[in-house]
């Protein structure tokens, strides 16, 4: 062991570079580069643009504070490299398969805790750079460092017109991680390539979050607003469809990632909304926990499970979403009297004028306002 601590130790950049390269390959990672650790300024000036315009919607995480997001050195003062790593997710999170009533859908990027695949690899690195005498820490899904913009500066992917860093043969299936490291390294070239004339994630976006190329608007996303708090907007409840969490559509069109989407065809990513409804906050949290959940509050679970099941409907879909009108939470009631009105069958004008006889919630008022029209409006 000392003699490979002395060998790792007196190890030039060059042969630390490969070393970690083949570390990264062997442990089945996508991709790996190397970047120089210096602030990503046009990030910062991008990210500044989308908060000004509103775009971010609630989103905090690297929109919290850019200038910090931005320059890795605010963070780690000896900062000199990353070592940028992709994990793909497939073809290990499948795909859902068709829509099947009284179920949801998962992204595939949380159909289980990839990052822990991405972990590993990024601790292996670590462990070795550490090895050969320099500081080393890992970092993933994490506000201190846009990782889109690190990925491209190494090599990794190239910007997608979906605002994703899209990899030969991967397209945008992976999750990003980095080393950051004061071993200067010898840095990778940035990939010279990009999406040409392709605009297939645009007009795949259903709600039209895709502004132009390479603009996202979080106020139109359905990713976003299924990770967020409070109510989800009224106009966007039937994009929802099927999902409780995630959206793959701009993911799906994209042309370099068809043949690994092509080749997942393990059905993964589904799940019973009437068993989802019917689980306790522990046993919720235990099973989705390696998701983004607001506050940890499986209240949000739930709002996703009655959105999505007001869309796709199945048996005991009514009288479930029903029950959920006398819930103790305002946000499940208003989100259980959209999915009546939509599901609409006989009892629904009925059961939503009771609930409004006994509501003081205003928020839920109204939802049970326009549930009802909607619901008498089927039955004509």
């Known amino acids: ?27 089945g990672a996508a991709g790996v580069g190397v970047c120089d650790a210096a602030p990503f300024t046009a990030a910062a000036d991008a990210i500044e643009q989308r908060v000004a315009a ?46 099947e009533p009284g179920t949801g859908r998962i992204a595939r990027f949380a159909t289980e805790n990839h990052y822990s695949g991405l972990r590993r690899v990024l601790d292996e690195i670590a462990e070795l750079v550490d090895a050969a005498g320099h500081q080393a820490v890992p970092i993933a899904d994490d506000n201190r460092l846009v990782d889109r913009a690190a990925a491209v500066r190494a090599g990794v992917g190239w910007w997608g ?16 991680g980095s080393v950051v490291t004061d071993a200067e390294l010898p840095v990778s070239e940035p990939m010279a390539r990009d999406c040409g004339t392709c605009v297939a ?35 966007l409840r039937r994009a929802v469809g099927d ?32 068993e989802l409804l019917g689980r306790d906050d522990a046993t919720l949290l235990d099973r989705y926990g390696h998701w983004y959940i607001p506050r940890r509050q499986a209240r949000y679970l739930r709002r996703n499970a ?8 199945g048996p005991q879909a009514a009288a479930v979403a029903a029950g959920f009108l006398s819930h103790p939470d305002w946000l499940l009631r208003a989100h259980a009297a ?27 008022s109204d939802e049970i306002g326009l549930a009802r029209e909607v619901a008498a409006a089927g039955l004509r």
């Open 1 to 27: 062991m000392l003699g490979l601590l002395r060998t790792l130790r007196a190890m030039e950049p060059l042969e630390l570079s490969e070393q970690v390269r083949r570390r990264a390959v062997d442990a």
């Open 306 to 313: 009655l959105i999505a099941i007001g869309n796709t409907g």
């Open 54 to 99: 509103g775009m971010n919607a609630e989103m905090r995480f690297t929109f919290a504070d850019p200038p910090r997001a931005t320059d890795i050195r605010m963070s780690f003062p000896w900062a000199q490299r990353l070592v940028v790593v992709a994990w793909s997710y497939l073809p290990a999170a499948g795909s859902p398969g068709p829509p």
């Open 161 to 176: 017109k979906n605002t994703m860093v899209l990899a030969p043969g991967t397209g945008p299936w992976f999750l990003l």
């Open 338 to 364: 959209w999915a009546v009105g939509e599901l609409g069958d006989e009892l629904a004008v009925a059961v939503l004028d009771a609930a409004g006889a006994g509501e003081t919630h205003p928020e839920v």
């Open 243 to 274: 999902r409780i969490y995630g959206c793959d559509d701009c993911l799906d069109a994209c042309p370099p990632g068809g043949r690994l989407l092509a080749g997942s065809t393990a059905v993964r990513g589904r799940t019973d909304l009437l």
């Open 201 to 235: 994630c645009l007009p795949a976006c259903p709600t039209g979050a895709l502004v132009s190329p390479g603009v996202l608007d979080a106020r139109r996303c359905l990713a976003h607003w299924l990770q967020a708090p409070g109510v989800i907007p009224y106009e």
